[in-house]
């Protein structure tokens, strides 16, 4: 063996114990033990995989890792299939058709706390940051436009606010015509950030009551969200049936591109740098499979750091490879608007926005346990978490389902062997696991993720932490 061989070994060795050290001993259920990590250095035991994901751009990880040899580099075999819905992809990753899946940030919390499908799901990694927006159709924008600021050239300020959507919600109402509204799936951040919105421009978007056999979000609500598959939304408001949506790219830009609506807000607007997808795997597959699983993670980060090196210069060719049918299967010109840097809003109204999708800035791979919390905050307002909780409740529901562990590991190893550099990650320690207070939310609340309850008080609608449907 070599010396510099050895000093490789070595150091990834030292950087793993590191990684497990400064997160503690073995906790709850969450915490990796240390002849774990010994382990993580050695073969998969398991090579040939399948990975589930929806016709979304933000999928673009687990396509990179594929087409650029990362999942191959770690001696894993992969195949990648498109799943038909969201409540198809979960239910073949809890039976085992498939090893893991590109998920909402809200499916492994939700299935781990028994909202809908009972399952334990964890996640090791966020797979980006931002890259949803909400669009209405053309005759709802022609409604709102008298209500929206314009600046000296008559282009709309933005970001607009809901506060322009509830006067025609309102006349909707007193002709006693419902106002319908598509979402992806109950825990869904589409779902959570339509809500958000309409909530803070005086929208009250509905309960959910579960407990009492009332599991349509509609209880009590002004707009009445339902669910719609992403590529489905354009044609489903074209027909009428929803006038406006909440859904990832390229679903906003194609109702440009068809002429049929328009994108009022980006997720961005609502909430900066929010976490959009994981990718999610069963508890039990997690645990079988350890060093699989870390290998895993380990291509799916350097897939993220390609994504976002040269300040996006490697996005046209990602937008090629998203462009094909076994991927996204949307025109090159549809995806490349928003995943180059730009959205178009209203025809023609094509602006910078660098950040819309972010795959590896900002930390945007790293599992916060504050980002779970805010799903979970967000699951108890709307009435999918019926009964008060306390903070610690919060808290260990986290930590059973985001792994920031499990990525620390695999961060690690990347590291000692030259590929990314200790620079490009938070401090793998316990504090690590929350952001500070966020302050940049549409209706100018902060978020505190060590303080849930408190921050579940500061809402004009929603429940409050100790009230229930």
Same mark, same amino acid.
């Given at each position: 063996?070599?010396?510099?061989?050895?000093?490789?070994?070595?150091?990834?060795?030292?950087?793993?114990?590191?990684?497990?050290?400064?997160?503690?001993?073995? #906790?709850? %259920?969450?915490?990796?033990?240390?002849?774990?990590?010994?382990?993580?250095?050695?073969?998969?035991?398991?090579?040939?995989?399948?990975?589930?994901?929806?016709?979304?751009?933000?999928?673009?990880?687990?396509?990179?890792?594929?087409?650029?040899?990362?999942?191959?580099?770690? !001696?894993?075999?992969?195949?990648?299939?498109? @799943?038909?819905?969201?409540?198809?992809?979960?239910?073949?990753?809890?039976?085992?058709?498939?090893?893991? #899946?590109?998920?909402? #940030?809200?499916?492994?919390?939700?299935?781990?706390?028994?909202?809908?499908?009972?399952?334990?799901?964890?996640?090791?990694?966020?797979?980006?940051?931002?890259?949803?927006?909400?669009?209405?159709?053309?005759?709802?924008?022609?409604?709102?436009?008298?209500?929206?600021?314009?600046?000296?050239?008559?282009?709309?300020?933005?970001?607009?606010? #809901?506060?322009?959507?509830?006067?025609?919600?309102?006349?909707?109402?007193?002709?006693?015509?419902?106002?319908?509204?598509?979402?992806?799936?109950?825990?869904?951040?589409?779902?959570?950030?339509?809500?958000?919105?309409?909530?803070?421009?005086?929208?009250? &978007?509905?309960?959910?009551?579960?407990?009492?056999?009332?599991?349509? %979000?509609?209880?009590?609500?002004?707009?009445?969200?339902?669910?719609?598959?992403?590529? @489905?939304? &354009?044609?489903?408001?074209?027909?009428?049936?929803?006038?406006?949506?909440?859904?990832?790219?390229?679903?906003?830009? @194609?109702?440009?591109?068809?002429?049929? %609506?328009?994108?009022?807000?980006?997720?961005?607007?609502?909430?900066?740098?929010?976490?959009?997808?994981?990718?999610?795997?069963?508890?039990?597959?997690?645990?079988?499979?350890?060093?699989?699983?870390?290998?895993?993670?380990? *291509?799916?980060?350097? *897939?993220?750091?390609?994504?976002?090196?040269?300040?996006?210069?490697?996005?046209?060719?990602?937008?090629?490879?998203?462009?094909?049918?076994?991927?996204?299967?949307?025109?090159?010109?549809?995806?490349?608007?928003?995943?180059?840097?730009?959205?178009?809003?209203?025809?023609?109204?094509?602006?910078?926005?660098?950040?819309?999708?972010?795959?590896?800035?900002?930390? *945007?791979?790293?599992?916060?346990?504050?980002?779970?919390?805010?799903?979970?905050?967000?699951?108890?307002?709307? !009435?999918?978490?019926?009964?008060?909780?306390?903070?610690?409740?919060?808290?260990?529901?986290?930590?059973?389902?985001?792994?920031?562990?499990?990525?620390?590991?695999?961060?690690?190893?990347?590291?000692?062997?030259?590929?990314?550099?200790?620079?490009?990650?938070?401090?793998?320690?316990?504090?690590?696991?929350?952001?500070?207070?966020?302050?940049?939310?549409?209706?100018?609340?902060?978020?505190?993720?060590?303080?849930?309850?408190?921050?579940?008080?500061?809402?004009?609608?929603?429940?409050?932490?100790?009230?229930?449907?």
């Amino acid at each position: 063996m070599t010396h510099t061989l050895l000093s490789k070994m070595i150091k990834r060795r030292t950087l793993l114990q590191h990684a497990v050290t400064m997160f503690g001993a073995v #906790a709850v %259920g969450s915490m990796l033990t240390l002849s774990s990590a010994q382990a993580a250095v050695g073969e998969p035991e398991k090579e040939d995989l399948k990975f589930g994901f929806i016709k979304l751009t933000d999928m673009a990880p687990l396509a990179v890792a594929y087409e650029k040899g990362y999942f191959e580099d770690e !001696g894993l075999y992969v195949q990648l299939e498109a @799943q038909a819905n969201w409540k198809v992809l979960l239910d073949r990753v809890i039976d085992g058709q498939l090893d893991g #899946a590109h998920m909402l #940030a809200g499916q492994p919390l939700g299935a781990t706390i028994g909202f809908g499908t009972q399952a334990h799901i964890i996640t090791a990694f966020s797979m980006d940051l931002n890259g949803n927006a909400i669009t209405v159709s053309n005759d709802i924008w022609k409604q709102m436009k008298p209500y929206i600021d314009k600046d000296a050239d008559g282009k709309p300020i933005h970001p607009i606010k #809901a506060d322009a959507l509830k006067p025609v919600v309102d006349a909707y109402k007193e002709q006693g015509k419902p106002f319908n509204m598509g979402m992806v799936f109950p825990v869904s951040t589409h779902n959570y950030e339509l809500r958000y919105w309409l909530a803070a421009g005086g929208i009250h &978007p509905g309960f959910y009551a579960p407990h009492k056999g009332d599991s349509s %979000g509609q209880i009590d609500a002004d707009a009445l969200l339902s669910v719609t598959p992403p590529p @489905q939304m &354009p044609a489903t408001m074209e027909a009428g049936t929803i006038y406006g949506y909440c859904v990832g790219e390229p679903w906003n830009q @194609q109702a440009v591109f068809k002429g049929i %609506g328009v994108p009022v807000v980006t997720d961005y607007e609502i909430w900066k740098d929010n976490p959009e997808k994981v990718f999610g795997v069963s508890k039990g597959w997690a645990d079988k499979y350890p060093n699989t699983h870390i290998r895993v993670v380990k *291509a799916m980060i350097r *897939a993220a750091k390609w994504l976002d090196d040269n300040n996006n210069g490697n996005r046209p060719e990602a937008v090629e490879i998203l462009s094909r049918p076994e991927y996204v299967g949307a025109d090159y010109e549809v995806i490349a608007n928003s995943m180059t840097g730009t959205f178009e809003y209203e025809k023609g109204d094509k602006r910078e926005v660098p950040d819309f999708n972010v795959f590896f800035r900002h930390n *945007a791979t790293y599992p916060y346990y504050s980002d779970a919390i805010w799903y979970l905050t967000q699951m108890r307002r709307w !009435g999918q978490i019926a009964e008060p909780k306390s903070d610690e409740w919060f808290m260990e529901t986290a930590k059973k389902v985001y792994r920031p562990d499990i990525y620390a590991l695999a961060a690690s190893e990347l590291i000692a062997e030259g590929k990314v550099e200790s620079s490009e990650f938070p401090d793998f320690t316990a504090e690590s696991g929350f952001k500070p207070p966020q302050t940049h939310f549409i209706d100018n609340i902060t978020y505190d993720g060590t303080q849930p309850n408190k921050y579940l008080t500061k809402f004009k609608i929603g429940l409050k932490p100790d009230t229930e449907i």
